[in-house]
């Protein structure tokens, strides 16, 4: 079993900055990717980044080159910097771990870019 804790979501103008975290509860060994996902209100969740064990990372197009994923394995935690952030990045931002084939998901955390 893993429990996910994130933090880091909030209220940030256009163009600002904002980094999110997660961290997984219990042993890291057998993790094998961490990620996020988000979820804007009236559309479904898309996957933003992950982090595939041995550190091969991924990205939606609308945030190559403006956020980037990362992970602590001391820590047993990811995370997710998020910068020159636009309105249309106003989402619920949730941690997602897949541990020996089973996925597990953080309990979502508030992005919201606006002036």
């Known amino acids: 079993q893993v429990q996910l804790v994130e933090s880091g979501g909030g209220l940030v103008q256009p163009g600002g900055s904002l980094r999110l975290s997660c961290a997984a509860s219990g042993s890291g060994a057998s993790i094998d990717a961490m990620g996020w996902y988000r979820q804007a209100p009236g559309k479904q969740r898309v996957l933003v980044a992950i982090m595939i064990s041995g550190s091969a990372t991924n990205y939606e197009d609308s945030v190559q080159g403006r956020f980037t994923i990362s992970r602590d394995y001391a820590k047993n935690t990811v995370y997710l910097q998020m910068n020159s952030l636009k309105p249309e990045d106003t989402a619920i931002y949730s941690c997602?771990?897949?541990?020996?084939?089973?996925?597990?998901w953080g309990q979502g955390a508030q992005v919201t870019v606006s002036s």
């Open positions: 997602y771990v897949l541990r020996m084939g089973k996925p597990y």
